[in-house]
């Protein structure tokens, strides 16, 4: 018996070694928060932002222009022209890591989306359009 007594004290001598310094270890510090100085995914004013700096590259969509206006926005890669546009409807754009900078002008506030962008008319579309307005007598003054 008194071996088994014995034992029992030397195996709670034993875990309380172990255990003690676990209980007075101090938790992990929390992971650190994402800078909030880093670059925007959201453009919400007109000016010029550089890419990588101030916002990320990626697919930006606009509602299109303020108060009925033509919204414009211009992608720059050094001192060339890359992209433009000038709208009055909502607008994508596809600004590259290669880009330098984005400008934006009269615009509603653009977002990042995790979408591709949308497909563009082709030439098939615009002829579709066309021969509609044709065939409804647009160019020749109206229907008759």
């Not at 034992?7 to 034993?14: E, G, K, N, S, Y």
């Not at 934006?104 to 008319?121: E, H, I, K, R, V």
């Not at 030439?123 to 066309?130: I, S, T, V």
């Amino acid at each position: 018996m008194r071996l088994i007594r014995t034992a029992t004290v030397a195996v709670a001598l034993a875990c309380s070694c172990v255990a003690a310094p676990l209980a007075h270890a101090q938790p992990a510090p929390p992971a650190p928060a994402p800078a909030a100085d880093g670059p925007k995914t959201t453009i919400d004013a007109d000016g010029s932002y550089a890419v990588g700096k101030d916002i990320v590259p990626g697919v930006y969509q606009s509602a299109g222009p303020v108060d009925g206006g033509a919204c414009y926005w211009k992608r720059s890669a050094g001192d060339k022209l890359v992209d433009n546009a000038l709208t009055k409807k909502p607008a994508f754009v596809q600004i590259d890591a290669t880009d330098t900078s984005f400008t934006t002008s009269d615009c509603q506030a653009w977002q990042l989306t995790n979408g591709p962008m949308p497909p563009q008319p082709g030439p098939g579309d615009l002829l579709g359009a066309l021969t509609q307005a044709i065939g409804s007598g647009m160019f020749n003054g109206g229907p008759r």
